[in-house]
C-alpha cells in the first residue's frame, strides 16, 4: 500500500505569461481550478506549493492547503520538494503526484491512470504520461514534448526509454505526447532534487532526462487526452472558452 500526495506547484514569475497561476477562469483564478481537478482525482490529499503568498491566499480562500516556498527555487520538481518536506517532514507520503499548476483543464483519470503505471512493478522510480499524436503540426513542434516508449498492443504502460523536442522515434508507427506530470516515488524524488541539470537535460530543455540520466526507470502510462497546458495568452483564451469566460 502506498500514501499518495498530490502536489501543484506554482509561481507568478513565469517567463511567456507573467501572473498566470491568479488568471481569471470563468470567476475564479487558474490554480484553483487546477487545485479542483486534482482534489477530482481522489488519490489523496492535495497541496499546492506556492512561490508566492498570492497563490497561498487564493488557495486558502477556497478551503485548501498550501505551502510557501522560496521564489528562486530552479524548478518545479525543487518546489514539490521543499513544500514536500514543510508540510510532511516526517514522510508519512511516499508517493508524490507533481501536478503542473498550469493545466486548468485537466482529466481526473489521468493522474489515476500515472499512479496505476507506477504500483505496476517496485521497480519503477516515477510514472508519467503520454498520449498518441493525432495533429500533424504537433510533430515538429517542439514546445510538444515527445516521449519514446514501445507500447505492446493492448498495452497501458511501457518503459519509457527517452523524451525529446524533436520527433521521434522515426518510421511506421505513433509518436507520443509527453504531459508533464509525474508520479514520484519519494526516495527517487529525493535524490532527483539533489542531483544538478544533466548534459541531456540541458540540451533537450527537459528536467525529466535528468532522471533516465542517473539510470531512475520511468514508465508511460498511456492516456487517451492531453489537458490544455496555459503558457501563453492564446492558451489561456482557450482555457476560458472551455471552462468559461473571465468575468
Known amino acids: 500500500m502506498t500514501r499518495p500526495i498530490l502536489v501543484i506547484p506554482a ?32 488519490l489523496g490529499p ?3 506549493a506556492a512561490g508566492d503568498p498570492a497563490i497561498v491566499e487564493a488557495i ?31 514522510g ?9 499548476g498550469d493545466l486548468p483543464t485537466l482529466e481526473p483519470a489521468v493522474p489515476r491512470a500515472t499512479l496505476a503505471a507506477l504500483h505496476t512493478d517496485p521497480a519503477i522510480d516515477l510514472a508519467t504520461p503520454v498520449c498518441a499524436i493525432t495533429r500533424p503540426e504537433e510533430l515538429g513542434n517542439p ?4 516521449a519514446v516508449a514501445g507500447f505492446a498492443p493492448g498495452a497501458s504502460h511501457a518503459r519509457a526509454l527517452y523524451f ?19 508520479a514520484w516515488r519519494r526516495a527517487a524524488l529525493c535524490a532527483f ?28 502510462a498511456l492516456v487517451d ?11 489561456l483564451e482557450r482555457a476560458r472558452a472551455a471552462l468559461g469566460r473571465t468575468a
Do not use: F
Open 46 to 48: 492535495v497541496l499546492v
Open 164 to 182: 525529446s523536442r524533436a520527433c521521434v522515434p522515426t518510421g511506421e508507427g505513433p509518436v507520443y505526447h509527453h504531459i508533464g506530470l509525474y
Open 143 to 146: 514546445n510538444v514534448v515527445k
Open 92 to 100: 508519512h507520503h511516499d508517493v508524490i503526484v507533481n501536478i503542473q
Open 225 to 235: 487526452t492531453v489537458p490544455l497546458g496555459v503558457d501563453t495568452q492564446d492558451d
Open 11 to 42: 509561481r507568478l514569475a513565469a517567463t511567456r505569461l507573467p501572473g498566470k497561476p491568479l488568471a481569471d477562469i470563468a470567476g475564479e483564478p487558474m490554480i484553483v481550478h487546477v487545485w479542483r481537478r486534482a482534489c477530482e482525482a481522489d
Open 60 to 90: 486558502a480562500a477556497v478551503g485548501g492547503r498550501a505551502v510557501l516556498t522560496d521564489p528562486d527555487l530552479p524548478s518545479g520538481s525543487d518546489r514539490v520538494w521543499q513544500a514536500l518536506t514543510r508540510a510532511d517532514p516526517d
Open 193 to 220: 532534487v539533489s542531483w544538478p541539470p544533466g548534459v541531456l537535460e540541458r540540451r533537450e530543455r527537459l528536467e525529466q532526462l535528468r532522471a533516465l540520466e542517473h539510470h531512475l526507470r520511468i514508465e508511460a
